[in-house]
């Protein structure tokens, strides 16, 4: 079972800031099989990244993704007053299970 | 619009049974695989269990194998858990998933609590 880890756990940060979120995989992942999801409160979890790098529909691109291999990043350019939340990683890979990282909460400083 | 509308959720005591019912709309339902994810209350996500398109394929996490099936019901437009043997631990929101090929589970519905408690 391929392990994902996340890092920060929590990102203080400033409206306008740019925030970088780490996914660590404990093992190689395919890039076309890693996402990243936003979660607020009280809501489902939303798609924002998929293939690594690319934004899902309706995404602003103001969220980007990058990385390979065991080491992903989800950068938000400058974040806006809704995009405080709580952000996974998850693989999804050619073979289950399709684990997701912990989680990083972004939150307001 | 895409709509995915769980149902069943509730209260059951340990070792009891639920089927959760997920009810889809506005997009075609029988070309997309679908999954089960949970998350227990203040906690993460957890992937339970994936359904082909067609049905043929069929994944389970080891925490519910052999307690949990999924299915689908392509012409009546309908993804369903069947969780018996029910633990304190697979107390949760389930959320009905839709995934494309590469493309992530970009369909979530909002999701029903499922409580295990004596």
């Known amino acids: 079972e391929i392990v994902l880890t996340q890092s920060p756990g929590t990102l203080s940060l400033s409206p306008g800031e740019r925030a970088t979120l780490s996914c660590r995989a404990s093992?190689?992942?395919?890039?076309?099989?890693l996402a990243w999801y936003q979660q607020k409160p009280g809501q489902a979890p939303r798609l924002l990244i998929y293939?690594?790098?690319s934004r899902a529909t309706g995404i602003p691109d103001r969220f980007s993704g990058s990385g390979s291999g065991t080491d992903f990043t989800l950068t938000i350019s400058r974040l806006e007053p809704e995009d405080f939340a709580v952000y996974f990683c998850?693989?999804?890979?050619?073979?289950?299970?399709?684990?997701f990282g912990p989680g990083t909460k972004v939150d307001i400083k | 619009e895409v709509q995915l509308v769980e149902s069943g959720g509730g209260s059951v005591q340990p070792g009891g049974s639920l089927r959760l019912s997920c009810a889809a709309s506005?997009?075609?339902?029988?070309?997309?695989?679908m999954n089960w994810v949970r998350q227990a209350p203040g906690k993460g996500l957890e992937w339970v269990s994936y359904?082909?398109?067609?049905?043929?394929?069929?994944y389970h996490a080891d925490s519910v194998k052999g307690r949990f099936g999924i299915s689908r019901d392509n012409a009546e437009n309908s993804l369903f858990l069947q969780m018996n043997s029910l633990r304190a631990e697979d107390t949760a929101v389930y959320y009905c998933?839709?995934?494309?090929?590469?493309?992530?589970?970009?369909?979530w519905g909002q999701g029903t609590l499922v409580t295990v408690s004596s």
């Open positions: 998933v839709g995934c494309g090929n590469g493309y992530g589970f970009d369909y």
């Open positions: 506005g997009f075609t339902f029988r070309s997309r695989d």
């Open positions: 359904i082909s398109s067609t049905g043929g394929i069929i």
């Open positions: 093992q190689s992942v395919s890039s076309t099989y």
């Open positions: 293939g690594a790098s």
């Open positions: 998850q693989q999804y890979g050619s073979s289950p299970p399709f684990t």
